[in-house]
C-alpha cells in the first residue's frame, strides 16, 4: 500500500488476555502505538501496541484494547485459558488426602 498508512495481516499465537488487553506473538515486530485489531473466533477487538519485545520464536505484542470492544469470557473464551476456581478446588481436594 502506498501512503503513509500500511495494512497488513498476520496470524497470531495468543499468550495472554484479560478484559483490557491481551499479548500476542508474532513473527515480526510491530511499532509501539499503532493501531490493532485482533480477531479471535468471530469476534473483533480493537486497540494500540503498548509493548513489543523480543522472544526467543517471536516477538510479544502486548495491545490494550479500545474501551469500546473489551474482552470477556462470554465472549470468546482461549482453549488454554486457566479457569482459577478448578485450579483452586483441585489443590483443596489434594491437600485434604
Not at 37 to 51: A, I
Not at 53 to 75: C, M, N, R, Y
Request: glycine content about 10%; aromatic content about 8%.
Amino acid at each position: 500500500m502506498v501512503g503513509p498508512e500500511r495494512h497488513q495481516t498476520d496470524e497470531a499465537i495468543l499468550e495472554d488476555i484479560c478484559s483490557s488487553g491481551g499479548c500476542v506473538q508474532l513473527e515480526h515486530p510491530i511499532s509501539i502505538g499503532s493501531v490493532i485489531m485482533l480477531t479471535f473466533r468471530g469476534q473483533q477487538f480493537d486497540g494500540k501496541v503498548r509493548y513489543c519485545v523480543a522472544g526467543e520464536f517471536g516477538f510479544f505484542i502486548g495491545i490494550k484494547f479500545a474501551a469500546d470492544t473489551p474482552w470477556s469470557q462470554h465472549l470468546a473464551v482461549p482453549a488454554h485459558l486457566t479457569n482459577l476456581d478448578t485450579v483452586t478446588m483441585k489443590m483443596d481436594a489434594a491437600r485434604a488426602q
